[in-house]
């Protein structure tokens, strides 16, 4: 499996941005996928994930009710959406697969960079 993602950049406190990652290399409806986040300093931490349908979804205390992800089976992309957002939200985004269906996330992206003024 490989995933790609895009979508970050530079946004004023407060702003939005939609993160997105393409996945290929596999029937895409047949694995969830997973949101994380490293801050300069700081270990990887989940974000947000969802099942293989999207009816399913879980957030880290932190993003709940200012992100939400979601997927589209059709287009193999699962996406992030980032509201309200805050300088301690700048991080290298990343997201992930969990092919093997036990909640270990197997395959990662390279990720992508979004960076939160104050």
């Known amino acids: 499996v490989q995933l790609v993602e895009s979508g970050g950049g530079l946004v004023q406190a407060g702003g939005s941005l939609r993160l997105s990652c393409t996945a290929s290399g596999r029937t895409f409806n047949t694995y969830r996928m997973g949101w994380f986040r490293q801050a300069p300093g700081k270990e990887r931490e989940f974000v947000a994930r969802?099942?293989?349908?999207?009816?399913?979804?879980a957030y880290a205390d932190s993003v709940k009710g200012r992100f939400t992800i979601s997927r589209d089976n059709a287009k193999n992309t699962v996406y992030l959406q980032m509201n309200s957002l805050k300088p301690e939200d700048t991080a290298v985004y990343y997201c992930?697969?969990?092919?093997?269906?036990?909640?270990?996330?197997?395959?990662w992206g390279q990720g992508t960079q979004v960076t939160v003024s104050s």
């Open positions: 992930a697969a969990d092919v093997s269906g036990d909640w270990n996330f197997d395959y």
């Open positions: 969802i099942s293989l349908n999207g009816f399913n979804t």
